[in-house]
């Protein structure tokens, strides 16, 4: 059984950083093709969005414009984990963030669409204040 654990996240101040990451254990992402992890946010009252994704014998990483040239994701297919960098964190940034993995190819495209992803973590809450 494939489960994936977010570890990081916490309060900061506009302006600072913070870095989340994501443990899978159950499979061997080394072995699997056509891999994609990612980040999605929820924040109170509105949908989950797509944050950021980067894959494994594709193209990417992906990023939503809202976050581009501010966080950097990342993997680690040893380590089967994958980690999201954020810097110049925004009050909008704020949300509850969900590690996400799938692979054999993208069903719903493009890429930062949440029915893309069979796999979900539990969340970690980011909370960036004035």
């Known amino acids: 059984q494939v489960q994936l654990e977010e570890s990081g996240g916490g309060s900061v101040q506009a302006g600072g950083s913070l870095r989340v990451s994501c443990a899978a254990s159950g499979v061997t992402f080394r072995s699997t093709r056509n891999k994609y992890m990612g980040w999605f946010r929820q924040r109170p009252g509105k949908e989950r969005e797509g944050v950021a994704a980067?894959?494994?014998?594709?193209?990417?990483?992906f990023y939503a414009d809202s976050v581009k040239g501010r966080f950097t994701i990342s993997q680690d297919n040893a380590k089967n984990t994958v980690s999201l960098q954020m810097s110049g964190l925004k009050p909008e940034d704020s949300a509850i963030y969900f590690c996400?993995?799938?692979?054999?190819?993208?069903?719903?495209?493009?890429?930062?669409?949440?029915?893309?992803?069979?796999?979900w973590g539990r969340g970690t809450q980011v909370t960036v204040s004035f």
């Open positions: 996400a993995a799938t692979w054999g190819g993208l069903r719903s495209p493009p890429v930062l669409n949440a029915a893309n992803f069979v796999f």
């Open positions: 980067i894959g494994t014998g594709v193209d990417g990483p």
